[in-house]
Nanobody, 124 residues
């Protein structure tokens, strides 16, 4: 059964760090691009980072560049999102998604599988 499970969310103070994990099962992760998305209360879901399959090129939305780092460990079927210098506006439910293909897709609708999300709250 194909499944993505996010973990690592929680409550953190502004300026703090969290590392999110996206563990995949039932698929060969090498063949998939993995994206991280977030959705804040009352707002639309936004894509924030993506890592391609084999070549591992990365993309970031401007609001997280220099603060967030996406990486993958295909041997352990896990993709990570290291989040540093967190801000209150980073508060959201964070989701990972998988797209079968070598490159990061240009639209979220292209992603084939989604996790259930993990809550990140940045507050003092």
């Amino acid at each position: 059964q194909l499944q993505l499970v996010e973990s690592g969310g929680g409550l953190v103070q502004p300026g703090g760090s969290l590392r999110l994990s996206c563990e995949a099962s039932g698929l060969f992760l090498d063949y998939y691009a993995i994206g991280w998305f977030r959705q804040a209360a009352g707002k639309e879901r936004e894509g924030i980072a993506c890592i391609a399959g084999r070549e591992r090129s990365t993309q970031y939305v401007d609001s997280v560049k220099g603060r967030f780092t996406i990486s993958r460990d295909n041997a352990h079927s896990t993709v990570y999102l290291q989040m540093n210098s967190l801000r209150p506006q980073d508060t959201a439910v964070y989701y990972c998604a998988a797209d079968l293909g070598p490159e990061c897709p240009t639209a979220s609708i292209s992603y084939d599988f989604w996790g259930q999300g993990t809550q990140v709250t940045v507050s003092s």
